[in-house]
C-alpha cells in the first residue's frame, strides 16, 4: 500500500502546467555583478547584494581572519556555548548605528521576524498587517495565535477603517488587555516601494499598537548614513519600537537583528524559540557583517553611486517606453502580468547572457507575475546599457511587456 508521500507528484504536475515550477540555478563564482553558471558568464541582476559587499575584499579578509581565531562554526545555540565574541561586539555595534538600547543577532530574517511576533503576542492578541508583506511576517502572525488583520498595500484609509472598526467592536476590557502590534516591510521585496513609515506610526500612537518594521531591503540602503528606513523617516525607538533587519543583502554576508529596548531584547532573549532552539550565526559571518557595517559608514560613496544607477535605469526604461513602477530603490520590477510570458521574457533574457528572475505567484499576486530586476552598487552605467538593449529586444520578440508606441 502507498503513502501519502507517494503521492507528491501531480500537485508538481500541475505546478508546472500553471508555469509556477521553482527551480535552482547553481553559481560556480563569488555574486556579484558578473557571475558563472554552467560554465558561462552572466550579468546578474537578480541579486539582493545592493552595496556589492559580498565578495568585497576586505569583508571576506574580516570573515577569513576570524575564521582562522574562532573557527567556521558557532558549535551551539547562544544561551549554551555558541554567543561569541564577535556576536556580542556586532550586536552592541549595530544598536549603536540604528540608535536602539539593544540588538539580537538572528541566524536569519525568516527565523527572526517568526520569533519576534510568537514571542510576543498570543491568542487574544492582535496583528496588522500590509497585504504585500513579506512571507516571514505574515506566517509569524498566523502562527502566533493572535487575530490577523490584513490592509491594503500601503492604503492608510483602508488601515483607519480597519482599526476603527476593530476599536468599536470590541469592549473595553479586551481592548486594555490586548496586545496591538503593526507589522509591515520597510521595504517591500517584490515592488521595492516603501511603507509610509511616519503615517504608520502616527497610527500606531492613536490606536496604542506597537509598530515593528521589517527592514531588510532598506537597511544599509536609506537614510543619510545607511542605517536604513528607521534613519530615512527618523523614527526613534518609541515610535519604531521593534525594528528588524538582515546582514544578507546590503551588508553581503548573512543573519539578521531586531533592535529595540533592553527589556524588548531580554524578553526575545527568553521566550524567542528560533532564537532560543537554533545554533548561532558562524562568528566569522558576525565578524565580517562587522566589517561591512564599517564599510557602510566610511563609504557613502556606494550608496551615492547606486541613487545614480537607479535615476539612470528609471530614465532609460521611460526613454524605451516601459510603464516605470514607483519603486526609487534597488528593486525594479517590471509588471508582466501573465506567468507564462514572464518566464518566457527571463529567458530570451538568460539566452542574452542576462540574469533576471521571474517572479510569480505565490509570491507575488495572481495576475501580477513580473521581472524583479535589483541594481547593486557594483554595476556600471555600461552594464545597465545592455540590460536596457536586452530588454527591448526581449519585449519585442516576445510580446510580454507593451511597450509605448506598440500595438
Not at 558578473?34 to 552572466?42: A, F, I, N, S, T
Not at 500612537?205 to 506597537?210: F, G, H, S
Request: with cysteine; charged share 15%.
Amino acid at each position: 500500500m502507498s503513502s501519502w508521500i507517494d503521492n507528491l507528484a501531480p500537485a508538481l504536475r500541475a505546478r508546472k502546467q500553471d508555469n509556477l515550477y521553482r527551480q535552482r540555478s547553481t553559481l560556480q563564482s563569488a555574486q556579484g555583478p558578473l557571475v558563472q553558471l554552467d560554465g558561462r558568464e552572466y550579468l546578474n541582476f537578480s541579486s539582493n547584494d545592493y552595496l556589492g559587499l559580498a565578495n568585497h575584499p576586505e569583508v571576506v579578509s574580516a570573515f577569513q581572519q576570524a575564521a582562522n581565531t574562532q573557527g567556521v562554526g558557532s558549535g551551539a545555540s547562544h544561551l549554551v556555548v555558541g554567543h561569541h565574541s564577535s556576536h556580542h561586539e556586532l550586536e552592541v555595534a549595530l544598536a549603536s548605528f540604528v540608535g536602539r538600547e539593544r540588538a539580537l543577532l538572528f541566524s536569519g530574517g525568516y527565523m527572526a521576524n517568526l520569533g519576534i511576533i510568537k514571542a510576543l503576542l498570543g491568542k487574544g492578541d492582535l496583528i496588522v498587517e500590509d497585504k504585500l508583506n513579506h512571507a516571514s511576517l505574515i506566517d509569524g502572525g498566523l502562527s502566533s495565535g493572535a487575530e490577523l488583520i490584513r490592509y491594503r498595500h500601503n492604503d492608510i484609509q483602508h488601515l483607519r477603517q480597519l482599526l476603527e472598526k476593530n476599536r468599536l467592536s470590541k469592549s473595553s476590557t479586551t481592548k486594555n488587555n490586548t496586545r496591538k502590534l503593526l507589522a509591515v516591510d520597510g521595504v517591500f521585496s517584490m515592488d521595492g516601494d516603501i511603507a509610509p513609515l511616519d503615517q504608520l506610526a502616527d497610527l500606531c500612537q492613536q490606536y496604542d499598537m506597537a509598530l515593528m518594521v521589517d527592514d531588510a531591503h532598506g537597511f544599509g540602503v536609506l537614510g543619510e548614513h545607511g542605517a536604513g528606513c528607521a534613519e530615512q523617516f527618523a523614527l526613534n525607538q518609541t515610535q519604531l519600537p521593534i525594528l528588524m533587519g538582515t546582514l544578507g543583502k546590503a551588508f553581503g554576508v548573512a543573519g539578521a537583528f531586531v533592535a529595540g529596548s533592553d527589556a524588548l531584547i531580554e524578553t526575545l532573549i527568553q521566550f524567542a524559540r528560533t532564537y532560543i532552539y537554533t545554533t548561532a550565526l558562524p562568528p566569522a559571518c558576525a565578524a565580517a557583517a562587522m566589517q561591512s557595517l564599517q564599510i557602510v559608514q566610511q563609504q557613502p560613496q556606494l550608496r551615492e553611486h547606486l541613487k545614480h544607477l537607479i535615476r539612470y535605469f528609471r530614465q532609460g526604461l521611460e526613454q524605451a517606453g516601459f510603464a516605470l513602477s514607483t519603486s526609487l530603490t534597488p528593486i525594479q520590477p517590471l509588471i508582466v502580468g501573465d506567468s507564462e510570458q514572464a518566464l518566457a521574457l527571463s529567458q530570451h533574457l538568460f539566452d542574452a547572457g542576462i540574469l533576471v528572475t521571474a517572479i510569480r505567484p505565490p509570491t507575488v499576486p495572481v495576475g501580477t507575475a513580473r521581472l524583479r530586476i535589483t541594481l547593486t552598487a557594483a554595476h556600471s552605467f555600461s552594464q545597465l546599457d545592455q540590460l536596457l538593449e536586452a530588454l527591448k529586444v526581449a519585449s519585442d520578440n516576445t510580446g510580454a511587456i507593451v511597450r509605448a508606441g506598440q500595438a
